[in-house]
């Protein structure tokens, strides 16, 4: 995965840092396009995944749209290049002030989640003048068979209008003058891996469909969100998720009208992969029945194991020694600090670069100063050598 050369640049960067793999994200974004938007779907990249100006150009050149959950996202996005029309907004705790934001862009869609924010968003726009695009984002009660906290489509989450809501939906949405329903918005959850979870959606989203359209509310749009998984343990086997058997499923099992576009939302399956969190080797110390090997970067890079219980791949990238079980363990004074409990690596000395993968989505943008420390700088496979010798 690493070239000798770039090892050999690691070695003279101050740890942790961020990695970004730009070849493979290339790679991965001509899947997106030979599978999604060959077909004519709009992918919107959920920038919340990682919000870094190299990174957004690429899904910008790609022709993604975004996909964002607060004000600060939308004006990120803007500055990044993106048109307003390539723009949706979803959240279900969207403030004042992140609401003005969307409507003086005049952004594709708010995503709305609630009855009472289609009310507050009609007053809003009103007062500005203006008609806000609206998608209303329903919860399909569809399990997405991953850890719970990233789990958003059943109805014991926070997320969506319930079906049980839909006629007070149907009456109010004529009352409202200043806004237009567009389309309807799901998404399931994140790491999603069981396929199976995207066909029980399309069952739900046809006939959620066919209830609109009873109602009298002919949709213009689709949009499905995201949630595909990417493979924690294989990330050098399967570096690009599976887009043509994702796609497939939406492509086989959604009842689409004339003319109806379809929109998706994918964050983690398109940068998960790309990034990597590159850390030294600091102490070596034994425990009961484990090596603990300590490393620089801990949970303010990578909260991820900490808060899902999550397991990221762990290569060394500087010792071929015959290997021995390890706790991999961070500096902050946190016991869930840990990135990984008995596995097996080359055995490690102080001084040591490992490299934690699969970190290109919800690392960076996750990082916090907790213990006050710095915050890790991100370097790009394709200006590498251009920054070392700057420095
Ligand atoms: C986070 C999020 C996404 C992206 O999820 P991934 O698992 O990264 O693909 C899409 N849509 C909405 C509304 C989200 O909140």
Not at 83 to 91: D, L, R
């Amino acid at each position: 995965m690493f070239s000798d050369t770039q090892i050999n640049h690691f070695r003279n960067l101050k740890t942790p840092f961020y990695f970004y793999d730009m070849g493979l994200l290339d790679k991965t974004l001509e899947e997106v396009k030979k599978h999604g938007l060959s077909k004519g779907y709009h992918v919107h990249f959920a920038v919340k995944a990682n919000f870094n100006y190299k990174i957004l150009e690429k899904m910008l050149d790609a022709g993604l749209g975004i996909d964002c959950v607060s004000g600060g996202e939308i004006e990120r996005a803007v500055e990044a290049g993106f048109q307003p029309n390539q723009i949706a907004f979803a959240g279900v705790g969207k403030s004042d002030e992140e609401i003005q934001i969307g409507l003086n862009h005049g952004i594709f869609s708010f995503n709305c989640e609630s009855l009472q924010e289609l009310e507050v968003l009609n007053e809003l726009a009103s007062q500005t003048g203006k008609v806000a695009n609206v998608a209303v984002r329903l919860n399909p009660n569809v399990s997405a068979n991953t850890h719970k906290y990233i789990t958003t489509g059943l109805h014991e989450n926070k997320f969506g209008i319930h079906p049980g809501r839909f006629s007070e939906l149907f009456n109010l949405l004529p009352k409202l003058d200043s806004i237009q329903l567009t389309g309807i918005h799901f998404h399931i959850g994140s790491q999603v891996v069981d396929l199976q979870s995207y066909r029980q959606l399309c069952e739900k989203v046809n006939e959620f469909q066919n209830i609109f359209e009873e109602n009298g509310f002919q949709l213009r749009h689709i949009n499905l969100g995201g949630g595909l998984g990417i493979n924690y343990n294989s990330p050098d086997e399967e570096s690009i998720p599976d887009f043509e058997t994702f796609f497939g499923v939406f492509e086989e099992n959604l009842e689409v009208r004339p003319g109806q576009e379809i929109h998706f939302e994918l964050g983690r399956s398109i940068v998960g992969q790309c990034g990597s969190v590159i850390s030294k080797v600091l102490y070596i110390k034994e425990g009961v029945s484990t090596h603990f090997a300590v490393i620089d970067a801990g949970m303010t890079e990578l909260i991820r194991p900490a808060l899902y219980q999550a397991q990221h791949k762990i290569d060394v990238l500087t010792s071929d020694k015959s290997p021995l079980v390890y706790d991999v363990v961070g500096p902050i004074c946190e016991s869930s600090d840990t990135f990984r409990r008995g596995i097996s690596l080359p055995e490690v000395q102080r001084g040591d670069l490992v490299a934690i993968r699969s970190a290109g989505a919800y690392g960076e943008v996750m990082a916090s100063v907790y213990n006050l420390r710095d915050r890790a700088k991100a370097y790009y496979s394709d200006e590498l050598a251009e920054k070392v010798i700057t420095n």
